[in-house]
Each structure stands twice: as structure tokens, then as C-alpha cells.
């Protein structure tokens, strides 16, 4: 039988920040964060006071639940922002000014996964490291339908067009894998 799922049983924020190595001042942004905030406010404590935390979705009301937590902890570090990632200049982060975009289960919300890759690479500063994790693509009883995962292979095309670096591929889970790239 199987136990509760999601969460940290599923994906453990602590492995997936530390390869990211989200740390002290570094400005982070989860592309696609999702109402529970679940690597938005592990990212805010790693950060700390110097550091900022982009909570970014295309849904306000993922938005409204997040600025609740934020408000109920007082977190000044995050901040919420709503963009469509799949259009190009859509989210009102400054240019090359991030040391991490994290794409975490969201590339296979979206059939324009490259634009969000050249979105999210827009963000990055160079020398700046993009974080991909998706399902694997293997049978489970939950997660989206095997035809709506997200190859590793075709990410690390994408990645490579947009003048990424492979830096990482390791186990984010048992279900999902992760990348990472770095900006040259």
C-alpha cells in the first residue's frame, strides 16, 4: 500500500536547494512555484536578509495563498510575481540579474516548453545556474500521463540551443530527475 505522497516524501527541498546550491545572498527564482511555496520558503531561510526569493506563477490565486505566508511569517526575502513564462520578456524580473531559475514539475504543464527554457534562461546571469527537474518517465500511480513527461533528452537539446552548459544530472527522487545547467 502506498503512503502519503507529495511533499517531501515525494521531492526533498533540502537535496534539490543544496544542488542548486541556493545559499546566503543569492536571488532565486521558482518558475512555476505552486500555491504550497515548497521550494519557495526553504529558498527564503537559505537566502536570508541579503538574499531574494521570486515566487513566480501563472495562477494569482498560487500567488494570493503564497502572500498570505508571506504576510502570516513576515518574510521580507520573497517576492511574488505573476508571469506567463511561455512568452519571452513576460516576467518583470531584471534581465541576467538571477543566480538560479528552478523549473520544478513545471515544464510538463505546458506544450511550449523551449519558450519557457528561453524565458527562464532570459533571467539568468551568466555564470548562473538553471535547475530542471521532471517525472521520469516510468509508470507510477500518480504524476502527470506518461505522454506529458518531459524527456531528458529534449531538455538538454533546449538547453544546449540556449546556450547552456550541462553542469549536473542526478536523482531528485524516485519519481522524477534533475538537470542543471549554467549560463556561459
Not at 505573476?82 to 505546458?110: C, P, R, Y
Request: with cysteine.
Amino acid at each position: 500500500m502506498l503512503g502519503p505522497i507529495g511533499g517531501s516524501s515525494l521531492i526533498d527541498a533540502s537535496l534539490i536547494l543544496s544542488k542548486a546550491r541556493v545559499g546566503e545572498k543569492t536571488k532565486v527564482a521558482d518558475l512555476g512555484c505552486g500555491s504550497s511555496g515548497h521550494f519557495v520558503f526553504p529558498s527564503s531561510s537559505l537566502v536570508g536578509k541579503k538574499g531574494v526569493v521570486y515566487a513566480v506563477d501563472i495562477l494569482r490565486t498560487t500567488l494570493e495563498t503564497i502572500n498570505k505566508r508571506v504576510r502570516a511569517e513576515n518574510l521580507a526575502n520573497i517576492k511574488t510575481i505573476w508571469s506567463n513564462l511561455e512568452i519571452f520578456g513576460a516576467t518583470k524580473i531584471e534581465a541576467g540579474s538571477l543566480d538560479v531559475a528552478m523549473l520544478i514539475n513545471t515544464l510538463h504543464q505546458s506544450h511550449k516548453r523551449m519558450e519557457i527554457i528561453r524565458e527562464s534562461v532570459r533571467l539568468i546571469k551568466k555564470g548562473g545556474r538553471l535547475l530542471v527537474v521532471e517525472w521520469k518517465n516510468i509508470a507510477a500511480p500518480f504524476g502527470p500521463p506518461p505522454e506529458e513527461r518531459v524527456e531528458k533528452d529534449l531538455v538538454d537539446n533546449w538547453a544546449k540551443k540556449m546556450g547552456l552548459s550541462s553542469d549536473e544530472e542526478f536523482e531528485a527522487g524516485q519519481y522524477h530527475y534533475g538537470l542543471i545547467y549554467v549560463k556561459l
